[in-house]
């Protein structure tokens, strides 16, 4: 298994799930809820794919590769907030990247809370590669128990903590995809349609399911196993199925369709759908002219890393076979 295709065509349809629910929002004033959490599955799949990057670059290199995918159109989404709605409106959004949405602000550029929480995860990948512990198999199933018990715990919370909470165990969750890579691909993809379809009943049935559930830790609990459930089926059918045929350029726009709908949102809300027809130029115009000079600068540049690290390991003596190696060993395609 050298390649996963479908992880991209997947980052499309859930940013696009969330540019339909903001815009129905808008539209309507009532929020529309996903049979699957898109935030939750935009996690898993940067643990599966960010774990194999941080044992193959050191992390400098590592985070300068992040901030040259991620900064760029982030710092556009804050260009746009402040042309189309205002100082208050680029103050709001920088405080929803900040706090993590907490508490959540009305206008602004509230997605940002989900980039923050992605990057406190990468961090958190990083110091983890680093103490070595994801070298015992046992570490990353506590790791998604304990984040787990943690968001169930946080029930009495609610809104914007809860809604954090509840996704980050799906970072391990994606981590748990990597580690068991190998058995995940011998799963039959209809397993995880089945997950898939046990998902849209839980969520439909959710209300019913919370009052039973009388005690409020259980209510918790059954929120976060349908989270949890709808990441695990996703992630597992992009793995597993075959693979999703798109033009390219396509999916690559999904980051900035994610990050740019909310700005222009606020502005044009008021004229329906106008907005989601606006953004996909803007996003197609920021991947080729923006994000894609600084990929390939960050690419050029971590090889030309790599190859001094080799020549630094040679002349001091130093295994080379502890230098990570620009072959990738397990090539996800694409990170974010």
């Known amino acids: 298994m050298t390649r996963l295709p479908n992880l991209d065509p997947l980052r499309l349809l859930l940013a696009l799930t969330v540019i339909v629910g903001h815009t129905y929002g808008t539209a309507t004033g009532n929020r529309f809820v996903w049979p699957v959490e898109p935030v939750s599955v935009f996690l898993a799949v940067s643990g599966l794919v960010i774990l194999p990057s941080v044992q193959r670059w050191s992390p400098y290199v590592f985070f300068v590769r992040r901030a040259a995918r991620v900064m760029p159109a982030f710092v556009l989404s804050i260009i746009l907030c402040l042309g189309l709605n205002g100082p208050e409106a680029v103050k709001n959004a920088l405080w929803a990247w900040v706090s993590f949405g907490i508490p959540r602000i009305p206008s602004g550029n509230g997605v940002l ?27 990353v199933p506590l790791l998604w128990l304990a984040s787990t018990a943690v968001a169930v715990l946080c029930d009495h919370a609610g ?61 918790s609990l059954v929120q976060v196993a349908w989270v949890q459930l709808g990441a695990v089926s996703l992630v597992g059918l992009a793995i597993t199925m075959r693979p999703v045929k798109m033009p390219k350029w396509l999916p690559e726009m999904s980051y900035g369709l994610y990050i740019f709908h909310v700005p222009l949102l606020t502005c044009l809300g008021t004229l329906s759908w106008l907005p989601v ?6 996003a197609w115009a920021s991947r080729v002219w923006l994000e ?9 540049w971590s090889a030309k890393e790599l190859v001094r690290d080799r020549l630094v390991a040679t002349v001091t003596q130093v295994d080379p076979a502890n230098v990570p190696v620009l072959v990738k060993p397990y090539n996800v395609q694409g990170s974010l």
Do not use: D
């Open 113 to 139: 809370w989900s980039l923050s929480t992605e990057e406190v995860m990468y961090g958190s990948c990083v110091l983890l590669a680093l103490a070595g512990a994801y070298r015992p198999r046992y570490v």
């Open 277 to 282: 027809l606006l953004v996909l130029p803007v």
């Open 292 to 300: 894609e000079p600084f990929i390939r600068w960050a690419q050029e």
């Open 159 to 219: 809104g914007s903590i809860l809604r954090v909470a509840m996704v980050v165990p799906c970072f391990f969750i994606g981590n748990l995809f990597y580690r068991y890579r190998e058995t995940v691909t011998r799963v039959s993809a209809w397993w995880f349609a089945g997950l898939l379809a046990l998902t849209f009943v839980v969520s439909w049935k959710l209300p019913a399911l919370m009052e039973l559930a009388h005690v409020p830790a259980l209510q």
